[in-house]
């Protein structure tokens, strides 16, 4: 069983930025973070292989975000960097323990099995 728990949201300016965290109990191939806007689905928006560090970006935060991970603390990262107001949304932490395709597939084809309770990410002035 996989356990995710996400920390580091919050309020943020417009241009600002954050670094969300997601410590993780278990084994996975595949972690990334998805975001949700109410109303609208669910956005992979950048997701990191385990095993070879292979990493995927939505186009939307390509040059802005970054995910890194901290293998011996088990912890995943994502810095967020230039923050836009429509950006505003619950992000979620979510791993799989094996993986399809790449990691771009997992990221926004397959999805993951494990999901964490989310964390709430506002950029307003």
């Known amino acids: 069983q996989v356990q995710l728990v996400e920390s580091g949201g919050g309020l943020v300016q417009p241009g600002g930025s954050l670094r969300l965290s997601c410590a993780a109990s278990g084994f996975t191939l595949a972690i990334g973070w998805f975001r949700q806007v109410p109303g609208k689905e669910r956005e992979g928006v950048s997701c990191?292989?385990?095993?070879?560090?292979?990493?995927y970006y939505a186009d939307s935060v390509k040059d802005r975000f970054t995910i890194s991970r901290d293998n011996a603390n088990k912890t995943v990262y994502l810095q967020m960097n230039s923050l836009r107001p429509e950006e505003t949304a619950v992000y979620y932490c979510?791993?799989?323990?094996?993986?399809?395709?790449?990691?771009?597939?997992?990221?926004?084809?397959?999805?993951?099995?494990?999901w964490g309770k989310g964390t709430l990410v506002t950029v307003s002035s």
């Open positions: 979510a791993a799989a323990p094996g993986m399809i395709g790449t990691i771009q597939h997992m990221c926004v084809i397959f999805g993951m099995d494990y």
């Open positions: 990191i292989s385990v095993s070879d560090d292979s990493t």
